[in-house]
């Protein structure tokens, strides 16, 4: 049964050698989360805080929340890059991580080998990703690139190439990040509507996305993460208007009424 489940889970990250107030301040300013100090009396970032969250096959959760809130750090937790410091987390099924892109690559290798590569790191089988190499070279429009080495890409090239392996796959559980930049409008809206399929075949999502309008085409519910810790959760509307305002949670509105 794919679900995701977290118990007051909390991520630390330790400051071993902050010793000035002027530098604990810019952690904080980076970080998003609260100064604090652990058992040992080392200085440490929280930046995830008592974190409660219970999600099944089915769901389709968006977070808001503003740069450094911790919606990036929470995906992490949720993919297994990072372990709770305190807490649990308790993550069943096959997870698809869209962001972090470069992940499961390597440099010195061509592009069509980093398909495979990628589509190993996420959980298919070499097979999988030959019968689709075809498809993801025509995705991302990369041409003779492809069998170039990936240390003779641009940022924007790998992200094509990133989004081209994970769009076809077939995930349990999404996680995907839509800040993830570097790639052209064009492209992008492209991406967009292989991402909105993906999702379709996904049994589980969890969305980070600043445009409100994208995350009311996905998702139903959502959470307002703020300082690392889960300020508000509920309908996608209601918890934008908490955040946002009114305004844009009027727009959402008329997202969800053309889904309906």
Not at 29 to 43: E, L
Not at 221 to 248: M, N
Request: proline share 2%; charged share 25%; aromatic share 6%.
């Amino acid at each position: 049964m794919v679900s995701i489940d977290t118990q007051n889970a909390c991520v630390d990250f330790p400051i071993f050698d902050a010793k000035s107030r002027s530098m604990k301040k810019a952690f904080l300013g980076a970080a998003g989360g609260a100064i604090g100090r652990n058992d040992s009396n080392v200085v440490v970032v929280e930046a995830l805080k008592e974190i409660n969250i219970h999600l099944r096959e089915g769901d389709r959760v968006g977070l808001v929340g503003h740069n450094g809130a911790g919606k990036s750090t929470l995906l992490r937790l949720l993919s297994g890059i990072y372990e709770p410091t305190r807490g649990a987390a308790d993550v069943r099924g096959r997870v698809a991580p869209v962001f972090d892109l470069g992940v499961g690559m390597d440099p010195e290798i061509s592009g069509m080998e980093n398909i495979i590569i990628r589509g190993l790191f996420l959980g298919q089988t070499r097979k999988q990703m030959k019968d689709k190499l075809d498809e993801i070279a025509d995705f991302t429009e990369l041409g003779d690139y492809l069998h170039m080495p990936l240390r003779t890409y641009s940022t924007g090239m790998r992200v094509r190439l990133a989004l081209g392996v994970v769009t076809s796959i077939e995930p349990e559980i999404l996680l995907l990040d839509e800040g993830i930049g570097a790639v052209d409008a064009a492209f992008m809206a492209k991406a967009r509507v292989k991402l909105t399929e993906l999702v379709e075949r996904s049994g589980l999502l969890v969305f980070a996305s600043h445009s409100n309008e994208f995350l009311a085409q996905l998702c139903d519910t959502a959470l307002w993460i703020d300082h690392g810790t889960v300020r508000q959760a509920g309908l996608v509307d209601e918890v934008v208007e908490a955040y946002e305002g009114k305004e844009a949670a009027d727009k959402v509105r008329k997202v969800l009424a053309q889904r309906r």
